[in-house]
């Protein structure tokens, strides 16, 4: 790790999330070992005051004689002291027991602590009561607490070298996590430069483990997915611009210099202005349908969806070209699903593409053909079918032909601008659906579908 790396370590997430939870934990380990620490000491004191208590108890209810001579005996068999006890008389002298002088207390018969300086020189933490008795002397029933003071040192000890491996190991653990998290990081930021120096088609490195990073990149590399498409259609949509809308602008500077150069009559100059006029019709017409398809991608237009049902719409859009399949001998027919076929959806827009796509099944035909809508109503999926059996689109070109203005070779002398199945893709795409072109052996099936749960 470098220096720029080590000093880069604490602004990551990961770290101060680590430390966080460091922190927590550390208090709530705090809290445990205090509570078992108060429980700890509490019930050994509470243990020692009973035992004192009932010596007192025991003591009190001798006779002076038998006290005097039991003190005597507890003294000789207490060889260590643990268990001092001493008699005072009224002046606060020793009269029998180890202790030779009265330490100080709070009151009677509560429990006390002082430390027992003992001749042998080894000083002892007693805990001692003080009780009164009827022939006006004074009763001291002490314990020895060194062990528990003792207990105390090493629960103490326990909780500071606990707490000081919990910290470094908590620390090392944080720095880790902060490391990783930032070569990770950097490999996310390299990956971004060269996206931003124009290599749309790198995506961001994912682990495939579905933490929060992950799923970020994966939204991001959808997003790339989607920006590099975009892009890919401008670039057709330029291009096709450059070769599909040179013709007719060359048609109308041509006819409008040929008018200019020659002397024509009126009737002349009326029909070179008509033919203009058609040609910038039909260039504007064109724009509009580019803006018809840029709106239809707003994703806006999702808030005016309402339940539609797409067996009215194939039978309304069959409805509205059968006098044109007529006209050229086609048997246009509509199959209704055997099932609801109701979605969420614009009507307006679907009908334009179910109309899209007839138009193209009725322009590509050829006379006393055949074309079928077909409504799909099926447990997986929902959609509109159109099918022909004209010529066909080659495999080559099934992607291809949705892009804006694209117009294959053997289409280029038809009547169109190649924006229809551009139009149909754009309301395909607002409303979560499919397009999908296969082959009808022969000609044109596509499918414009979408999944459904349940």
Not at 97 to 112: C, R
Not at 125 to 151: C, K
Not at 211 to 231: H, K, P, T, Y
Not at 362 to 382: L, M
């Amino acid at each position: 790790m470098s220096f720029v790396r080590l000093r880069e370590i604490p602004r990551t997430i990961s770290f101060r999330t680590a430390l966080m939870s460091l922190a927590l934990f550390g208090f709530s380990f705090l809290a445990l070992f205090g509570y078992v620490y108060w429980q700890t000491a509490g019930y050994l004191a509470h243990q020692t005051d009973k035992a004192l208590h009932r010596q007192i108890e025991n003591r009190s209810r001798q006779p002076p004689e038998e006290r005097l001579r039991e003190l005597g005996e507890h003294a000789e068999q207490d060889a260590e002291q643990r268990t001092p006890h001493t008699l005072f008389d009224a002046q606060g002298r020793a009269i029998a027991g180890p202790i030779q002088s009265l330490p100080a207390f709070t009151g009677y018969d509560e429990p006390n602590e002082f430390v027992w300086h003992r001749p042998n020189g080894h000083n002892r933490p007693i805990r001692f009561l003080i009780h009164p008795l009827e022939d006006g002397t004074t009763l001291l029933v002490g314990q020895d607490i060194h062990s528990i003071r003792e207990f105390d040192e090493l629960l103490v000890n326990a909780l500071v070298s606990g707490g000081s491996l919990l910290l470094v190991a908590g620390l090392l653990g944080a720095a880790l996590l902060g490391y990783s998290a930032r070569r990770r990081l950097d490999t996310l930021s390299c990956s971004i430069e060269r996206i931003i120096k124009g290599d749309l088609s790198n995506r961001l490195p994912t682990l495939g483990n579905g933490d929060d990073i992950d799923r970020i990149a994966s939204v991001v590399n959808g997003m790339l997915d989607e920006l590099e498409r975009l892009m890919s259609e401008v670039k057709g949509v330029c291009d096709d611009i450059a070769h599909d809308l040179r013709t007719p602008l060359t048609r109308l500077l041509a006819g409008l210099e040929r008018t200019q150069r020659h002397a024509l009559s009126q009737e002349g100059y009326a029909c070179a202005i008509e033919a203009a006029i058609a040609e910038a019709h039909g260039l504007l017409q064109t724009f509009r349908a580019l803006l018809r398809i840029t709106e239809i991608e707003d994703s806006a237009r999702r808030s005016s969806f309402t339940q539609v049902d797409l067996g009215r719409i194939g039978a309304d859009a069959a409805e509205f070209f059968e006098p044109l399949a007529e006209e050229r001998g086609i048997a246009l027919e509509f199959f209704p699903g055997s099932a609801p076929s109701h979605m969420a959806g614009d009507a307006q827009l679907l009908f334009d593409a179910t109309c899209n796509l007839l138009d193209n099944a009725v322009k590509f035909s050829p006379d006393n053909a055949r074309i079928q809508v077909t409504v799909i109503a099926e447990p997986g999926r929902i959609g509109l079918r159109v099918a022909d059996n004209g010529p066909g689109i080659p495999e080559a070109e099934r992607e291809a032909v949705f892009r804006r203005l694209y117009r294959s070779e053997s289409s280029r002398h038809t009547a169109g601008n190649g924006l229809g199945l551009s139009m149909v893709a754009a309301v395909a795409r607002l409303h979560d659906m499919i397009l999908e072109v296969h082959d009808a052996q022969p000609g044109c099936r596509i499918d414009l579908i979408q999944a459904r749960l349940g």
